[in-house]
């Protein structure tokens, strides 16, 4: 079993900025497939950034340009660094992680183990 562990989220308003965290275990760095997922109120779960084993760094078209994901190997963390947040931003934020090689990377049901979620609220 694969532990995960976010935290970060908050309220925030438009344009404005948030960091999420993901406490991993060390050993999955290089040798799993993790990223950031989202679920809006009655939306199905969808990819927002991953880093995958074969493809590297993977964005969801809405977030290109506005959030960067990354990974902090000393700290076991993996970031989601979110900037000029809009309202449709609004959802539930979760972390993920798998042993596999994921295709497409931003593929959910690919995905086995998920972090208890954070919740991201951006307001006008």
């Known amino acids: 079993q694969v532990q995960l562990v976010e935290s970060g989220g908050g309220s925030v308003q438009v344009g404005g900025s948030l960091t999420l965290s993901c406490v991993v275990p060390?050993?999955?760095?290089?040798?799993?497939?993790m990223g950031w997922f989202r679920q809006a109120p009655g939306k199905e779960r969808k990819g927002v950034a991953v880093?995958?084993?074969?493809?590297?760094?993977v964005y969801a078209d809405s977030v290109k340009g506005r959030f960067t994901i990354s990974q902090d190997k000393a700290k076991n963390t993996l970031y989601l660094q979110m900037n000029s947040l809009q309202s449709e931003d609004t959802a539930m934020y979760y972390c993920?992680?798998?042993?596999?090689?994921?295709?497409?990377?931003?593929?959910?049901?690919?995905?086995?183990?998920w972090g208890q979620g954070t919740q991201v609220t951006v307001s006008a």
């Open positions: 993920a992680a798998t042993p596999s090689i994921v295709i497409p990377p931003l593929r959910e049901s690919a995905y086995d183990y």
């Open positions: 060390k050993y999955t760095f290089g040798r799993y497939s």
């Open positions: 880093i995958e084993l074969e493809s590297g760094t």
